[in-house]
């Protein structure tokens, strides 16, 4: 089933922006159960740079890239070696403030939730800043 996020998020939010192109594991897996499960999202992703991660309840619970995943041993959990202390954002956040983050953080992609921390998508810096600089062109020709 797909959303329609244009009528889910407003004009100008992160929803409308965000792209469902991220891959996320449960955190109580082994690192190598992990890398098992991203060769096999790999077939389908296009671009994997970090691993999210959810609990029990699906809920995100951390991040860990994935040059700390490969280095770490293959029969630790990733819960061990996550880290928990994950910036993310609501669909309904306007690009603004996603903006003042990745400016903020120097995050390139920074994960999108529900209001129960379920993860819906990621945003791109490069998305958010060519997001802006179209809004801002029209601005300029609409004078």
């Not at 994997?48 to 951390?62: A, C, F, M, P, V």
């Amino acid at each position: 089933m797909t959303i329609n996020m244009t009528k889910v998020f407003k004009k100008g939010s992160v929803g409308r922006l965000m792209k469902s192109d991220f891959c996320s594991v449960q955190d109580h897996i082994t690192v190598d159960e992990a890398i098992m499960m991203i060769q096999e999202y790999g077939k389908q992703k296009s671009n994997i740079h970090y691993l999210y991660t959810t609990n029990k309840r699906d809920e995100l619970s951390g991040v860990l890239s994935l040059k700390k995943l490969l280095a770490a041993d293959d029969d630790v959990l990733l819960r061990d070696i996550i880290n928990e202390d994950v910036v993310f954002v609501s669909g309904h956040i306007q690009l603004k403030e996603v903006a003042q983050l990745f400016y903020k953080n120097d995050f390139f992609i920074i994960p999108v939730t529900t209001k129960h921390k379920h993860m819906i998508g990621v945003v791109k810096s490069d998305d958010v800043r060519n997001a802006s600089v179209r809004k801002k062109r029209w601005r300029f020709f609409k004078k």
